[in-house]
């Protein structure tokens, strides 16, 4: 089992930044992938981001791709998301997920995790 645990969410204006953490217990942190999704308001759960189990290969949505940068320091056992220049399409829900697949195709599907974090709130004013 893994446990997830998201923190760093917030109300930001426009323009503004926010950095997400995810702390991962119960499982060797470094042999998870990671990913970041989130869910606006009556849409459905959209992948933002993933990173390797070494942190070496990255993927971003189109959508956040320039903006958004995910990293990972396995020594905390920690995935973080920098937000940068957030927009109000950006509000929703962000969850933290892990699988013990590969950097592979799937890496961008919901089913393809098996653990999944509480969720924290981005907000984003214009």
């Known amino acids: 089992q893994v446990q997830l645990v998201e923190s760093g969410g917030g109300l930001v204006q426009a323009g503004g930044s926010l950095r997400l953490s995810c702390a991962a217990s119960?499982?060797?942190?470094?042999?998870?992938?990671m990913s970041w999704f989130r869910q606006a308001p009556g849409k459905e759960r959209e992948f933002v981001a993933v990173?390797?189990?070494?942190?070496?290969?990255?993927d971003y949505a189109d959508s956040v791709k320039g903006r958004f940068t995910i990293s990972r320091d396995n020594a905390k056992n920690t995935v973080y998301l920098q937000m940068f220049t957030l927009k109000p399409e950006d509000t929703g829900v962000y969850y933290c997920?892990?699988?013990?697949?590969?950097?592979?195709?799937?890496?961008?599907?919901?089913?393809?995790?098996?653990?999944w974090g509480q969720g924290t709130q981005v907000t984003v004013s214009s």
């Open positions: 997920a892990a699988s013990t697949g590969v950097f592979d195709g799937s890496r961008r599907f919901r089913n393809a995790y098996d653990y």
């Open positions: 119960g499982r060797t942190f470094s042999r998870l992938r």
């Open positions: 990173i390797s189990r070494a942190g070496s290969n990255t």
